[in-house]
């Protein structure tokens, strides 16, 4: 199992447009990923999962892949966030 934790800087922390960018990222990718914080985790491979989060600006991202290409996909997803988050 891969994880990252990435903490969010964008003022409007995660809203539409990255939350559907970053789970199409993670549906490239066979492997598994729980996406959420300390209190709540969800599938990332489902938008409205991601988006209830209600993730904020300073809150930390966590995310969790496990599969035959768990290292690839936490690479791409955390390059993503830091150009995007």
Do not use: W
């Not at 599938?43 to 496990?66: A, C």
């Not at 390059?79 to 988050?85: D, G, K, P, R």
């Amino acid at each position: 199992m891969q994880e990252i934790v990435y903490k969010i800087t964008d003022p409007r922390g995660i809203h539409a447009r990255p939350a559907g960018q970053l789970v199409k990222l993670i549906k490239e990718y066979g492997s598994a990923c729980q996406l959420g914080s300390a209190e709540k985790m969800v599938d990332g491979k489902h938008l409205l999962s991601v988006m209830k989060l209600s993730l904020q600006q300073g809150d930390n991202l966590i995310l969790q892949f496990d599969g035959a290409d768990e290292k690839e996909a936490a690479a791409a997803a955390m390059q993503f966030l830091q150009e995007n988050l």
